[in-house]
């Protein structure tokens, strides 16, 4: 079974930095993807933010985050992190990562959307105040 923890949120101000990390376990890093989401206040539905394919490492980034946040993955650790620099009020949310077993030698392109993704974890609040 697929379980993933999320930790790290935090109340910080603006232009602070914050990890987030993803505890996970039941799966083979090699032949995953794991994705960072995130639920802003009042929204629905949940906006992809990074991804990590396990097997090349290859990383994709929403056009906002990229060059402030950055996704790592520790495979000895099996965890999963998103270094988050210069937070923005806008930066506030629950961030969810979220995992989806992916076929070796499969290329991402792209953050897969919300759909692609079986497992999730609970969520940690990002509070980025102005």
């Known amino acids: 079974e697929v379980q993933l923890v999320e930790s790290g949120g935090a109340l910080v101000q603006a232009g602070g930095s914050l990890r987030l990390s993803c505890a996970a376990s039941g799966f083979i890093f090699d032949e995953a993807v794991v994705g960072w989401f995130r639920r802003a206040p009042g929204k629905m539905r949940r906006e992809g933010i990074s991804c990590i394919s396990g097997s090349d490492g290859r990383t994709h980034y929403l056009d906002s985050v990229q060059g402030r946040f950055t996704i790592s993955k520790n495979n000895s650790k099996n965890t999963v992190y998103l270094q988050m620099n210069s937070l923005k009020p806008e930066d506030t949310a629950v961030y969810y990562c979220?995992?989806?077993?992916?076929?070796?030698?499969?290329?991402?392109?792209?953050?897969?959307?919300?759909?692609?993704?079986?497992?999730w974890g609970q969520g940690t609040q990002v509070t980025v105040s102005s």
């Open positions: 979220a995992h989806q077993k992916l076929p070796r030698g499969r290329i991402l392109h792209d953050i897969p959307p919300e759909v692609f993704f079986g497992t």
